[in-house]
């Protein structure tokens, strides 16, 4: 049987016969390949990714919070933060929009992705068992999130009941509920909300 070198550095524990056989490599190679492989050896591993956006959150969060090039106040204060785009209250370089700035689809539909990318996905994925989700769970809390904020989770004064439905897999069934929760009773968006908790809800249990 022939043992593959991936294999032998997998289990090596620097026991005295895999200290001899690296020494015994380590003779038989030449300086050129020896000099290359540890410059591989010693490399930087490269910076995770802050995680996949998922595709379905994506839609729902076009579906809901639909898309306008020119800024406008947010229409529960009927002021800030002023909104552009698909939702987002930033521009690309981290500065705030303002009443009379514009901006082109193909900008909306980038800095929708950006700010799912770098300000929700590397905040979500704190949420036990997050890898363990399929892409239709990530999504829903990942729109859920885009609407209501990236760190809600935990949040036990304003988030109790969705901070519980995550916290353990056996309570994920009561995930839809605990959303549902979250559409400001009352106010003049809940009809808007309401509808919006349900469609998360049913894609989190598909």
């Not at 490269?46 to 406008?72: D, H, M, N, Q």
Request: charged share 30%; hydrophobic share 35%.
């Amino acid at each position: 049987m022939t043992i593959k070198l991936t294999d032998a550095a997998k289990y090596f524990k620097g026991e005295d016969q895999q200290v001899k056989a690296w020494e015994y490599l380590n003779g038989v190679v030449s300086a050129d390949v020896l000099a290359e492989f540890e410059k591989i050896w010693r490399e930087k591993p490269p910076t995770p990714p802050a995680g996949e956006v998922p595709e379905p959150g994506i839609k729902l969060i076009k579906e809901f919070e639909g898309c306008r090039l020119s800024a406008y106040p947010d229409p529960l204060t009927g002021g800030e933060p002023i909104t552009c785009g698909w939702g987002n209250t930033r521009k690309k370089d981290g500065s705030k929009f303002k009443l009379g700035d514009k901006i082109t689809q193909a900008e909306a539909d980038e800095l929708l992705l950006l700010e799912a990318k770098e300000h929700f996905i590397p905040v979500l994925k704190k949420i036990p068992h997050w890898n363990e989700m399929n892409a239709n769970q990530r999504g829903a809390i990942l729109s859920f999130a885009y609407n209501l904020g990236a760190h809600f989770y935990g949040d036990t004064n304003n988030f109790g009941s969705i901070t519980r439905a995550l916290s353990s897999k056996e309570h994920w069934k009561d995930v839809p509920e605990a959303l549902y929760k979250y559409r400001n009773p009352g106010s003049n968006v809940e009809a808007g909300l309401a509808r919006r908790r349900k469609a998360e809800g049913k894609l989190w249990v598909s």
